[in-house]
């Protein structure tokens, strides 16, 4: 369960694993794996994507 919803179109999150930062599609349409260790980041939803990881912040 997430914090908030990413209401922007860019979210930054780190990777729940090692740690990485990485900036993400917020209404991401494929799963968004960490550049880092691969651990899914996001996962498509048919909407606003699921956030799996930590979201540090929105970007507008
Ligand atoms: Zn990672």
């Known amino acids: 369960m997430s914090l908030k919803e990413p209401k922007s179109m860019f979210v930054k999150v780190r990777c ?3 740690k990485n930062e990485q900036i993400i599609f917020g209404n991401a349409t494929t799963v968004v794996n960490c ?3 691969g651990k899914e980041l996001a996962v498509p939803t048919g909407g606003r994507a699921k956030i799996k990881s930590r979201i ?3 970007l507008n």
């Open 56 to 58: 540090l912040e929105s």
């Open 35 to 37: 550049l880092v260790c």
């Open 16 to 18: 729940s694993k090692c």
